[in-house]
């Protein structure tokens, strides 16, 4: 390759090389995206919790309560038949069962106690929780409106940087071209066309190449490459 072409080709891989790093960084948006959208699912989701959980103490407590009443309504029956018996034995067992009930119901009446001041720290965390939650989305959706934005703005980039590649590449002679697509498929990351100078080193790699291939890139012939890593290589002038 003569002076003038590698210029060429370095510009085509300046260009190159800026396409693949926005097509990363637009590929991380949509992932950027849904991690929001399961942040804005899961804080939801920790709402629900807490007022499911403040919804099931009301149901016990009202459950509860239900108990209490039907207990009272076993004393009332207890005491109708009081009324009615004539033994003192009977009135006595009687009186047995409605001592026994009023025992139920003030262990009843402790338990709902305890649930009423559960049900309070449960309602005050719930509300603290909904706004707590409310600015989290808020902030997450304005997050995601802008990720979806930059999206936009970065495939408008995308187009331009390719369009300019393609413009570059077009400058570039068929068998650089060919030598330097090659060379992005064997090599992982970039530059994929790399100065040589008089240490002898790759400065990819940096590991000496052969006596073979120093001698074809001083003499700017065909398209070598690295015999270490496989880079193209050109004299540095």
């Not at 950027?32 to 403040?54: F, G």
Request: aromatic share 4%.
């Amino acid at each position: 390759m003569d002076r003038q072409e590698i210029e060429r080709l370095l510009v085509w891989q300046d260009r190159d090389v800026r396409v693949d790093g926005l097509k990363k960084q637009l590929a991380k948006l949509p992932r950027e995206v849904e991690l929001a959208e399961t942040e804005i699912r899961e804080e939801r989701a920790r709402l629900e919790a807490a007022e499911q959980a403040l919804k099931a103490l009301e149901i016990k407590r009202q459950s509860t309560e239900g108990q209490i009443a039907s207990h009272e309504d076993a004393i009332v029956r207890y005491k109708t038949q009081q009324l009615q018996v004539k033994k003192n034995e009977a009135y006595a067992a009687l009186q047995h069962e409605i001592d026994v009930e009023q025992g139920k119901i003030s262990d009843l009446e402790d338990t709902v106690l305890e649930l009423l001041d559960e049900v309070e720290t449960q309602r005050e965390t719930v509300v603290g929780l909904r706004d707590e939650v409310e600015r989290s989305v808020a902030r997450l959706e304005k997050q995601i409106a802008g990720l979806q934005e930059q999206e936009e703005v970065a495939k408008g980039e995308v187009e331009a940087a390719e369009q300019a590649a393609v413009e570059a590449a077009n400058a570039v002679e068929e068998g650089t071209r060919k030598a330097y697509t090659f060379v992005k498929t064997q090599v992982k990351r970039p530059p994929y066309a790399v100065p040589l100078s008089d240490d002898k080193k790759c400065p990819a790699c940096h590991l000496r190449v052969s006596g073979e291939i120093e001698a074809q890139v001083r003499r700017s012939e065909g398209h070598p490459r690295c015999n270490n890593c496989g880079r193209m290589l050109y004299w540095e002038a």
